[in-house]
């Protein structure tokens, strides 16, 4: 059966046909949702198969960072991030991968994402304070050193970041 309006969609949630999920949005911007999820439920097989993928992805990910790739190393980890929506690690190189490639805003997103799932990882404020930078924004960028130093006093890319930010203003 194929849903094209209302009343079929409406009929197959009454034969309980249709999986409802809670809206996903961050409590501090809920309009619009900025994830989707569809539950497919793969067999036990292709759970490992999609493990063994993401691994995969990630160890080539941060191998291509390590090396200085950053585009390459960002392709990698985003197909990544796609299966593993839980990932500190994955979206966090994600984060450094497209601050080293320039994008700034994108860098953003995936540390957001990162930070939502480890918010006391002082190296991934660092980062966010370096992708804010990125972006020209030093009064963010500020905010995230100071939370990196919040959580190690002597993180000394926290205090790099706090350097480079007040000689960024002159």
Known sequence: VVAEDAATLVYLANQACVTL????????????PDMMVL?????????????????????D?????????????A????????MALNNFRVHY??????TGDRRPAEAVQALEVALDLEPA???AHVAMGNARLGQGDPDE????FVRALKLCAELPAGLDGIARVYESQG
Do not use: C, M, W
């Open 39 to 59: 539950d497919l439920d793969p067999s036990a097989d292709d759970f490992t198969k999609v493990r063994t993928e993401t691994v995969r992805l990630l160890d």
């Open 61 to 73: 990910g941060v191998a291509a960072y390590n090396r200085g790739e950053f585009a390459a190393a």
């Open 121 to 123: 990882n002082a190296q």
């Open 93 to 98: 190189y994600l984060g450094l991968a497209l």
């Open 141 to 144: 960028a500020a905010a995230a």
């Open 21 to 32: 999920h809670a809206g996903l949005f961050r409590i501090d911007r809920i309009d619009p």
């Open 75 to 82: 392709e990698h980890l985003k197909n990544a991030a796609r």
